[in-house]
């Protein structure tokens, strides 16, 4: 996301702060651009938002597969917890949370 500041105009804190409604510009390729009606500034959100929005969701759809495929094994009773890779994991988890 890129944001450039082009209120040079001399607007009023007021004009800068009120809600701002938006236009679609014409004439911008590979993404989306909103500017303020009452200034100059102006917002531009690449199609790379959107390629990381669809990866996301596509991350989603496998994570609840999975939830889904462990649920059923739980409930059939052929689930088997692996405890050495989740004490593993799980101490991976606190080291990382206390580090960053």
């Known amino acids: 996301m890129r944001v450039t500041e082009q209120n040079t105009n ?8 009120r809600a ?3 236009k679609r510009l014409d ?13 100059g500034d ?3 959100l ?10 996301m969701a596509a991350h989603r759809s496998a994570a609840d597969a999975k939830v889904r495929e462990l649920a059923a094994q739980y409930q059939s009773g ?3 917890a692996d405890s050495a890779a989740t004490s593993r994991g799980m101490v991976a988890e606190a ?3 206390s580090v960053g």
Do not use: F
């Open 27 to 39: 004439g911008v390729a590979a993404s989306h651009a909103v500017v303020s009606k009452y200034g």
């Open 10 to 17: 001399g607007a009023s804190a007021a004009e800068a702060g």
């Open 95 to 97: 080291i990382a949370s």
């Open 78 to 80: 052929r689930y088997r």
């Open 42 to 44: 102006r917002v531009e």
């Open 46 to 55: 690449s199609s790379t938002s959107a390629s990381l929005s669809r990866s």
């Open 20 to 22: 701002q409604e938006t």
